[in-house]
């Protein structure tokens, strides 16, 4: 019996009680992420300066920064 076949055949006889993630769930988890630090509700990240209120209470202290990565062709 292969893997797949011994997995579908199980599913079939104890029930699917798994919790799969949700689709924001799986896009999140392969963002890739940078570690930097928050200076006065600033942080650089990618050549770039990112403003945000909560970051001023983190002052100095390391904090991570998703990336969201897009592309755009042109025609």
């Known amino acids: 019996m292969t893997p797949a076949a011994y997995r579908k055949a199980l ?3 104890e029930g699917d009680d798994i919790k ?4 924001g769930e799986l896009r999140e988890m392969f963002m890739p992420e940078e ?11 990618l050549n770039n300066a990112y403003f945000a209120r909560e ?3 983190v002052d100095r ?13 042109m025609k």
């Open 11 to 13: 599913l079939a006889e």
């Open 20 to 23: 799969y993630l949700t689709p």
């Open 35 to 45: 570690k930097r630090g928050a200076r006065r509700g600033w942080v650089k990240l």
């Open 55 to 57: 970051l001023i209470e």
């Open 61 to 73: 202290q390391t904090v991570c920064g998703w990336l969201t990565i897009s592309i755009i062709l």
